[in-house]
């Protein structure tokens, strides 16, 4: 099993900034993708940004160039900055990790989520 922890949701005006984190534990040699999901009110779960280890990193294209996906250098640490935050950014947004073969998903596992509002 792995547990994610998220931490850094909030309250940000339009065109401000937060930075969010992820930290993995348990099974973690087992990961191999992180990334970030949302869920905005009355839709579906959509990818945001993901990283599969040694590849290069996949973002959706409404945040392309406003959002940066990183991690740690233990590897099972992720954060996403957000700029140039707009009220459509509005989710809550959730880490995922998991465990790929190729392109067989494995496993997954989901942080609890937090709360993004952006409004002025």
């Known amino acids: 099993q792995v547990q994610l922890v998220e931490s850094g949701g909030g309250l940000a005006q339009p065109g401000g900034s937060l930075n969010l984190s992820c930290a993995a534990s348990g099974s973690t040699f087992t990961v191999n993708v992180m990334g970030w999901f949302r869920q905005a009110p009355g839709k579906g779960r959509e990818m945001v940004a993901t990283m599969k280890y040694n590849k290069p990193v996949n973002y959706t294209d409404s945040v392309k160039g406003r959002f940066t996906i990183s991690r740690g250098n233990a590897e099972h640490t992720v954060w996403l900055q957000m700029n140039d935050l707009r009220p459509e950014n509005t989710a809550v947004y959730y880490c995922?990790?998991?465990?790929?073969?190729?392109?067989?998903?494995?496993?997954?596992?989901w942080g609890q989520g937090t709360q993004v509002t952006v409004s002025s």
């Open positions: 995922n990790a998991q465990t790929q073969d190729g392109e067989i998903l494995i496993s997954e596992y």
